[in-house]
């Protein structure tokens, strides 16, 4: 939308702004995760009681990677119930959901460091926690960053699940 710099026109438009009759308002917060009885995500607003609309607004752009493909169903299905007789598996799952209910449970947070040879699944436990909230491949991040990218990525998942994976040490020949 083009915008006249002439302040008299422009001194229309904010009247036309300020005068427009408002029917729906809406609470705008700047953190993801909880607020009031809500679950605030970058796109949509979970448990809406349909009182209040409660919408994400930040000065940071997020990029964030929360995604859909398939159905609960098939996930359960094809995925989890072939795993659950593989404790460090199922614990990686659970932890994936746990990060939502500590809010409501007044809990705080923490967090827990796979740790074990080569092939003893660590990553594959990380990719599929992740995959409870998004493309595996897209979800996982790894510490390699710099603080202030860590520190918008914590907060894009504030309330919810954070993970990195540590990249493997690579020595130069």
């Known amino acids: 939308m083009n915008i006249t710099t002439n302040p008299?026109?422009?001194?229309?438009?904010?009247?036309?702004?300020?005068?427009?009759?408002?029917?729906?308002?809406?609470l705008c917060v700047d953190k993801l995760g909880w607020h009031d009885k809500q679950y605030?995500?970058?796109?949509r607003a979970i448990g809406s009681d349909g009182k209040q609309l409660?919408?994400?607004?930040?000065?940071?752009?997020?990029?964030?990677?929360?995604t859909q493909q398939?159905?609960?169903?098939?996930?359960?299905?094809?995925?989890?119930?072939?795993?659950?007789?593989?404790s460090r598996f199922v614990f990686s799952i659970a932890c994936a959901f746990a990060g939502q209910l500590l809010e409501?449970?007044?809990?705080d947070g923490g967090g827990f460091?796979?740790?074990?040879?080569?092939?003893?699944?660590?990553?594959?436990?990380?990719?599929?926690?992740?995959s409870v909230w998004g493309n595996p491949n897209k979800y996982v991040k790894t510490w390699r960053s710099t603080d202030n990218a860590l520190e918008s990525?914590?907060?894009?998942?504030?309330?919810?699940f954070?993970?990195?994976?540590?990249?493997?040490?690579?020595i130069p020949k």
Do not use: F
């Open 104 to 107: 409501l449970l007044e809990y």
């Open 70 to 86: 398939g159905e609960l169903a098939q996930w359960r299905d094809n995925l989890c119930k072939p795993l659950a007789e593989q």
């Open 113 to 130: 460091h796979l740790l074990g040879s080569s092939s003893m699944g660590k990553s594959l436990s990380l990719k599929l926690a992740a």
């Open 153 to 160: 990525t914590a907060s894009e998942h504030n309330d919810s």
């Open 40 to 43: 605030i995500l970058p796109d």
């Open 8 to 26: 008299k026109q422009r001194s229309y438009l904010d009247t036309y702004i300020q005068n427009y009759p408002i029917h729906k308002r809406a």
């Open 162 to 170: 954070y993970h990195l994976m540590r990249s493997a040490n690579v």
């Open 54 to 66: 409660i919408v994400y607004q930040s000065a940071n752009s997020i990029n964030s990677t929360l």
